[in-house]
């Protein structure tokens, strides 16, 4: 799988979009992207994925680079219950493969 | 909505007694997993299975065992629990097959912790 880079921490205001980023510089063609979130105490929750195109769901939306050697994660409107560590995971699809989560982004939520 | 339920969110064991974790998911998903999660080692695999009576290792297998009698039910077995299994573990399931929707569904997870 290929590494990814994101950034320690990021806080952002409530109602407000949180952006956050993530490089993959060295994905190849048949990986795809995927967010998922931690919460606090609580199993990690799949958001997204992709392969080239932009994806939108009801959780997020996720923009990939026209080179795919980054990506960012939109939560249009962040609320309190937002505040969790994120992940971004770049693997081939497929089913029996364990998950490995990086360091992720703690992203605060502040009132 | 999809579930992975974990039968325990908390629990506290003694050094030496054998532990049962349960995991059992509705979605008719082939395949489960076991992680552990531990503060600066992230998530590690413990075993999986991709069947019924079917499980392959993981990374970390040692002082473990698991047992997949039904294809919904997925238990994890501490065989003698030592302080060093005090641990968050997680369970997880998701569909066979060369999908893109490599998406595991996890439960809430169980803190155990060995005394």
């Known amino acids: ?111 | 909505d999809v579930k992975v339920t974990q039968s325990s969110r908390y629990l506290v064991k003694r050094t030496g007694e054998k532990v049962f974790l349960e995991c059992v998911q509705d979605m008719d998903h082939e395949n489960m997993f076991w992680y552990r999660q531990d503060p600066g080692l992230g998530l590690r695999l413990i075993y999986f299975s991709y069947d019924v009576k079917m499980k392959e290792k993981g990374d970390i297998p040692e002082g473990y065992s698991v047992s997949r009698e039904k294809k919904e039910r997925f238990s994890l077995i501490l065989e003698s629990a030592s302080t060093n299994q005090t641990s968050m573990y997680l369970c997880a399931s998701n569909q066979q097959g060369s999908s893109a929707k490599n998406i595991q569904y996890f439960g809430a997870g169980t803190r155990l912790s060995v005394l």
């Open chain 1, 1 to 111: 799988d290929a590494k990814t880079t994101q950034p320690p921490s990021m806080d952002c205001a409530e109602g407000r979009a949180a952006n956050l980023p993530c490089n993959h510089s060295t994905i190849s063609g048949n990986e795809y992207v995927y967010w998922y979130r931690q919460i606090h105490s609580q199993g990690p929750q799949y958001i997204i994925h992709g392969l080239k195109n932009n994806e939108t769901n009801e959780m997020a939306s996720l923009i990939i680079t026209e080179d795919r050697k980054s990506s960012t994660l939109i939560l249009p409107h962040a609320t309190l219950r937002d505040t969790a560590v994120y992940y971004c995971i770049v693997r081939v699809g497929g089913g029996a493969q364990k998950l490995v989560f990086g360091q992720g982004t703690r992203l605060t939520i502040n009132p």
